[in-house]
């Protein structure tokens, strides 16, 4: 299915948006990667809570069906703008998806050696990180430094990411909900992975860089309370240092 036509079946959709007090109606569809298509539309609900935007409602369906990898989202608020008088052209709505920024999702903090934060908590979020540091950087090995909290599926995140460690740290976020150290170096092992502990994820990330060199990669992965942590001593403490 081409772009317009799936503009064309999310503007569709919109015609089942209810917006009462906006007036402002919006549908989406999402693609999952065997190619089957669901369709949502937004919903203004302020008395029970349950408000929703067009691709909450499309990607809601589409994982209440099962799917865990979505390919496309198309969404038709763009012609709606322009119904309403704002001319957006498909150039700048180009531009505007290519600059988006997400923190924490597959985010560089430094080019050499290479850090990468991910928030992959999970066997399936993992899974989607291991295949995009191939696809995205052709990288198969690196320096691991992975933290959780307490509630998380670690044996299926350590089997995932088992192929790619260089070497590994388990670590001890500052959070009150963060794993112990000793929990997550069990699973690592478990999936045939060495793993060391550290005195907090800043003290993984500067031991992890010694050891990885110039040309080494380094991928702190978990919740994203421990890539905060990462953020905030190589683009915080680190430039105070540095400066």
């Known amino acids: 299915m081409t772009d317009a036509e799936l503009i064309a079946k ?18 989406a569809v999402v693609v999952a990667a065997d190619g089957t298509q669901y369709t949502g539309a937004n919903v203004e609900n302020s008395a029970y809570g349950s408000g929703i935007c067009a691709e ?8 209440s069906a099962g799917v865990r990898k979505i390919d496309t989202v198309a969404v038709a608020c763009i012609d709606a703008l322009r119904r309403r008088g704002l001319n957006i052209p498909a150039q700048a709505v180009s531009h505007g998806l290519g600059a988006v920024f997400w923190p924490g999702r597959l985010e560089v903090l430094r080019q050499r050696p290479l850090v990468i ?13 291991r295949e995009s540091l191939t696809d995205y950087f052709s990288c198969r090995r690196a320096f691991l430094i992975i ?4 509630d998380k599926d670690v044996a299926g995140l350590a089997a995932e990411v088992a192929p ?23 699973a ?5 992975v060495k793993s060391e502990g550290a005195d907090g994820v800043g003290q993984a990330l500067d031991r992890a860089m010694a050891r990885a060199g110039e040309h080494g990669v380094i991928c702190v992965l978990g919740s994203l309370f421990v890539v905060a942590e990462a953020r905030e001593h190589l683009l915080t403490v680190g430039a105070q240092e540095s400066g």
């Open 10 to 27: 999310a503007r569709d959709a919109a015609q089942h948006a209810y917006a009462p007090f906006s007036h402002f109606r919006v549908g």
């Open 56 to 63: 909450g409602s499309a990607i809601t369906r589409a994982v």
């Open 164 to 186: 790619l460690a260089a070497g590994a740290f388990a670590v001890q976020a500052r959070h009150p909900r963060a794993m112990p150290s000793e929990q997550l170096a069990a």
């Open 147 to 150: 933290g959780t909290s307490a």
């Open 188 to 192: 690592l092992a478990a999936a045939g």
């Open 117 to 129: 934060v991910d928030g992959a908590h999970n066997r399936d979020s993992a899974r989607r990180f």
